[in-house]
């Protein structure tokens, strides 16, 4: 009973919290506001670059420098290996010429992990070579393509390690890459076949959604990242003329599309959610990972009109949510795992991602709301403490994020990229 009453409280005081986000204007900001910041932001890569090109016991050799999540002096936690993701959304604060080198530099080194390991593992660690992380690897190559207007022959030869990383590792369905399982469609993986480890492959570890049990669950979010490449593989084929084989690309896409509509979107809650192909059921935990398809582009006007109108249930007065509500598995003493990536927390990739869908579909009101609540979280820790978080608390920000199973970083890589992105797109104009 105690417990019941304990979870209804927390339900009203979510629901005024967000009644409240809604009758609030958005943080009236100004690009003086945030200058200091954005110099620390701007002076802190230094500390975050590495540059290791040989192997050093277990820490992988890599040919070009590359930037590393976070670092303190004087932390034992401590970070010296270039990480998948975490290189992607850092490198979303640098797409511009003084970074070139840098930035062309960190996809050399995914790419050369992968023609030496056949896979680009979590992070260049030798005990980390067990699984991957969210592919992003095409969207990272287009990206730089386009923002710095290189050639074809330069963008054939990523695209073709991209297509093979694509059909051996996310499209395996025998060890030591058995994720594609159910209709195509594909799970997070890991060599050793334990579940918290394929968790750790989403980048989410730990969550609920998953209800510690990854490897029976077809996510949202890797099979929109795999329509993505798709889509990334249809666009290089009809660039180079092959237009039969851009067919073939559109086609798996669209028939990746037609599954994940029939076995993950919810028609009562009009929200896309993870689906357990053993039980043959939806989980029952909503996340931002439901608007990875506004992202990808996979939907048409009204289900992105559908999805920015459930999006409200997880917009609280910091920025977004990452799942809309405490889950039982949260709140039950001694639950075995700290869920981080999960309500009351707010992480900067899962901002980028919804802000960009948002914008992809014309919402660009609302986009710029989430944007600013965002930055003006990040911008008031920064002002009181002198540092960026890997995650906020967006229901009270200013009290310290829910703990993962590690200390919470500072000084955070994808934190900091992110907050000047947003600078960049929503102050600075």
Known sequence: MRFALILKLRMIEKTLTILNSFTKPSPILSAKDVALARIFVREHWQNLTRYNPKDTETL???????LIPAYTQGNEFDFNELYYWDSYFMVQGMLDEDHKELVLGILENLVSLFERFGVIPNASRTYLMGRSQPPLLTTLIWDIYDTYD?????????????EKEYKTVWMGTNKPHARKVHEGLSRYYDINMLNDLAEAE?????????????LNYLPVDLNCLLYKYEMDFARFYRLIGDKRTAG???EAAK???HMMEKLMWNKTKHLYYDYDYVKQKQSTVASLAAF?????????EGRAKTLNNTLRKFIQKGGLSTTDTYTLNQRVPGATQPTQWAYPNGWAPLQFIVVEGLRRYGYDSEARKIARKWIKTNLDWFNQNGVFLEKYNVVQPHKPPMKGLYPTQVG????????????QNYLDS
């Open 60 to 66: 992988i050799g890599l040919p070009k420098p590359y």
């Open 150 to 162: 290189l050639d074809v022959t330069w963008l054939k030869r990523y695209m073709n390690v991209a």
């Open 202 to 214: 989403s980048g989410w570890d730990m969550t609920p959604r998953f209800k510690r049990q990854a």
């Open 248 to 250: 073939s690309w559109e």
């Open 255 to 257: 028939y990746r599309s």
């Open 292 to 300: 990875y398809p506004l992202w990808v582009g996979m939907v048409d």
């Open 412 to 423: 955070f890589g994808w934190t900091n990229a992110i907050f000047e992105r947003f600078c």
